[in-house]
């Protein structure tokens, strides 16, 4: 039988010479690589600085800091997210206040967000997800945060290289923050980085990650509270060699969406991503289809399983998940969009290396699977 992944990395012999480099170098930390890491990201995401840091909710939780978000602010963000969306409001007590999202491109709904802004005088800003790489409405967010004087953070951590009417994304917010876990665009196994042109945000999230050490004090003098979300030589290494190849990642996971649009189109009830107009690169992080209201999804899932193949409900939204419905009391009905789509939608094995052959037996599968329903 089939045993086809849902997500895969793509490590080349360059990237292991790399690592061997580092391993033989004695550096492990705190070196040379993690800030050569931090110049390519800063200048591939069009941003003057790059923080680098363990994770892509550590990048995010130090933006959320550095701006001092705290108790009693409330930011505008989506349910159709990775949970860390959410939750780097609650690490600081700051509050979520979800919006619905567009039915087409699943990113968060500019007409929501300006409903929400108009009758809560409280609402201090947007963390905003581009969501499965396809870039969020940026002129209308912009135009929305301008006219309410609202501050935007990007969750951009699944579009690096996504670019909206050739900008960016990271690069529209007061900051964006990238992730590089191994079904990211790119990885260095955990992995993280802010961007910014801000400086303040630059040295405090800087300071933070490291035990919120002074810029060029000593070893042993802390300014303020820090954490330890340093990224090590070995991983920022892995990063280097992963980023000089983004191009042509980019290329293949486009290859690889061309094929599965091609196949799935063809068949009844499953609907493929939609990619806009304004989007100028798309940077695809995962494959999600639709299906139609009548076909059971969850069957689905399981039957695709069964038969080797790895899938996924992306999202489930954060809203209902139980601790969100627990600490908060939200119901089911309060995001019908987001619901609707939650309940709908299925991630297909995604990565560069994913084979025509295998895309086809996910294709004659799912087929199969709907017309047996
Ligand atoms: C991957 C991801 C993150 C960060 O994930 P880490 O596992 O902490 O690196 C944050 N937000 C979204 C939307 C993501 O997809």
Redesign the pocket.
């Known amino acids: 039988m089939k045993n086809i992944p849902l997500a895969s990395p793509d490590i080349g012999e360059e990237e292991k010479k790399a690592v061997m480099e580092v391993l033989d170098s004695s550096i492990l930390s705190i070196g040379p690589k993690v800030e050569e890491f931090e110049t390519m990201i800063a200048n591939y995401s069009q941003r003057k600085y790059a923080v680098a840091v363990n ?6 939780d130090l933006v959320v800091r550095s701006l001092g978000i705290g108790p009693g602010d409330k930011y505008i963000t989506t349910s159709f ?2 949970i ?2 959410a939750n780097i409001l609650l690490y600081v007590g700051a509050t979520p206040v979800f919006a619905d999202i567009e039915k087409d491109t699943f990113n968060i709904d500019p007409q929501s967000i300006e409903e929400l802004v108009r009758t809560d005088p409280d609402i201090k800003g947007i963390i905003t ?1 581009d ?1 499965f790489g396809h870039p969020c409405a940026w002129d209308e967010i912009s135009d929305i945060a301008n006219k309410y004087n609202l501050s935007i953070i990007e ?1 951009s ?2 579009a690096l290289g996504s670019e909206y009417k050739g900008k960016r994304c990271g690069s529209y917010g007061e900051a964006g ?1 990238f ?3 191994p ?2 665009q790119i990885t260095t196994g ?3 980085m802010i961007v910014t042109d801000n400086e303040d945000i630059y040295i405090k999230s800087r300071s933070m990650r490291n035990q919120g050490r002074g810029e060029g004090g000593s070893w042993l003098d802390h300014v303020r509270l820090g954490f330890n979300y340093r990224l090590n030589e070995i991983s920022s290494v892995l990063g280097i060699e992963q980023l000089k190849k983004i191009d042509q990642f980019i290329e293949k996971r486009q290859r690889v969406a061309n094929t599965y649009q091609r196949l799935l189109s063809k068949i009844d009830g499953v609907t493929t991503p939609v990619v806009k107009d304004c989007v100028t690169q798309m940077s695809w ?1 995962v494959y999600v289809i639709t299906l139609d209201k009548q076909i059971p999804r969850d069957t689905v899932l399981k039957r695709l399983r069964e038969m080797g193949i790895g899938c996924r409900n992306y999202f489930s939204p954060i809203h209902l998940q139980p601790f969100y419905q627990s600490q908060f009391g939200f119901k089911r009905g309060l995001l019908p969009i987001t619901e609707d789509i939650g309940e709908r939608s299925i991630a297909l094995p995604f990565y560069n290396l994913l084979k025509e052959d295998d895309q086809v037996y996910i294709a004659e599968s799912l087929k199969q699977i709907i017309e047996s329903l």
Request: proline share 0%; aromatic share 16%; charged share 15%.
């Open positions: 994770s892509g909710t550590s990048a995010l997210s990775f860390t969306t997800v969501a969750d951590c699944e923050a992730a590089f876990y079904n990211k955990e992995g993280g992080f």
